[in-house]
Each structure stands twice: as structure tokens, then as C-alpha cells.
């Protein structure tokens, strides 16, 4: 088999896919499609969140541009963070990958418990109940 010609194209999709598609990043984007929040109020609407994992996923989404934090003096200090034209062109894509992801849930689910029988040896992996099979240690 020939390999991919322009597989180095792939990296910029792969590296966007990994930011777009954190599970905060995804209850982040969806929040704020309704309009600009404080951080307080988001962290109430997302919950289970904390205040790192907030303050961290929300500094990867302004670098990259999907959000754009505004300060206003006052005291105390009030921010806001809201979509950024790009953020808001993120919606259709990051919906379509949800429907997408609710309507196959058991089927992916299925998958990786038949893949569990049918690999005994296997253990679970990083995501889920993905399973990855555990290579034999060599002597």
C-alpha cells in the first residue's frame, strides 16, 4: 500500500480536532452561543467544572480565537467572554458532531464491548471504555 502523499496535512486538522474537541470545550462553545457570559456565570451553567480546568480551557480557546475576553474596570473587575466570529462559525460543525455522536452512542458502546469479549487481554484505554490490547512482555 502506497502511503498518504500529503499525510503532513492531516497535523492542522488533528490539532484543531484535539482542542475542539475536549468535553469542556464543547459545553463552553455551546454556553456561550447564547450570548457573552462572566466566568462565574459560566461555571454555574456548565457545573462539575473547576476553576482551573475554566480558567485553562478558556485561555486555549482566546489563543486560538474562538473566544474573546473583554475587561471592563470597575470594581471588582468585571470579564466577560463571548464567540468571536470563528466561534460562532464553530456552532454548525460542533452541533453536527454531537447529533452525530448522540445517535451512534450505542453503537460505539456495542462495538467496544464486543471488541472487551473478543479481547480478553485487553484493558481499558483513555477514553471510555475503549479498549487497547496489552502487548506480551518479551523475555
Known sequence: MKPLEHSHDCRPVGEILNQIG???TV????????????????????GGIS??????TLRDLERDGFVSRTVTPS????VD???????????GPLAA??????RNRERVIAAREKFAEENP????GRIGRVALIAAPRQP
Open 22 to 24: 475536549g468535553k469542556w
Open 27 to 46: 459545553l463552553i462553545i455551546t454556553r456561550l452561543a447564547d450570548g457573552p457570559m462572566r466566568f462565574g456565570e459560566l461555571k454555574r451553567m456548565i
Open 51 to 56: 476553576q482551573k480546568m475554566l480558567t485553562s
Open 75 to 78: 470594581i471588582p473587575p468585571r
Open 81 to 91: 467572554y463571548e464567540l468571536t466570529e470563528l466561534g460562532m462559525d464553530l456552532r
Open 97 to 102: 458532531i454531537s447529533e452525530w455522536a448522540l
Open 121 to 124: 487481554d485487553a484493558r481499558p
